[in-house]
Nanobody, 127 residues
Framework: QVQLVESGGGLVQVGGSLRLSCAASGRTFSSYAMGWFRQAPGKEREFLAAISRITMNKSYADSVKGRFTISRDNARNTAFLQMNSLKPEDTAVYYC????????????????????WGQGTQVTVSS
């Protein structure tokens, strides 16, 4: 199993940037494909970005493409989400998630694929 802990959230002004981190412990981090999701009050949890475990293939939701960047450092057991040009509609609780895969290049945009989740970190964008 893997335990995930997000950090780096906070309050930022419109147009600002934040970098979220997701620290993993437990089973070998490089065994997992990783994803970032968010959930705003009254809304469903939304896919943002995903990255494969070795080849670093990536996918982004249209709502964040060009503004957010997902990355990972397998040596540091950490995944990241760099968020630029933040908007008020980006306000939400942000979650990292993981699932085990034997594929070097597979990732998923389907939240049901992920069976490990962090506790979430709040991001608030003020205007």
């Amino acid at each position: 199993q893997v335990q995930l802990v997000e950090s780096g959230g906070g309050l930022v002004q419109v147009g600002g940037s934040l970098r979220l981190s997701c620290a993993a412990s437990g089973r070998t981090f490089s065994s997992y494909a990783m994803g970032w999701f968010r959930q705003a009050p009254g809304k469903e949890r939304e896919f943002l970005a995903a990255i494969s475990r070795i080849t670093m293939n990536k996918s982004y939701a249209d709502s964040v493409k060009g503004r957010f960047t997902i990355s990972r450092d397998n040596a540091r057991n950490t995944a990241f989400l760099q968020m630029n040009s933040l908007k008020p509609e980006d306000t939400a609780v942000y979650y990292c998630a993981a699932f085990v895969t034997t594929s070097l290049s597979y990732y998923s945009e389907d939240r049901n694929k992920y069976n490990y989740w962090g506790q979430g970190t709040q991001v608030t964008v003020s205007s």
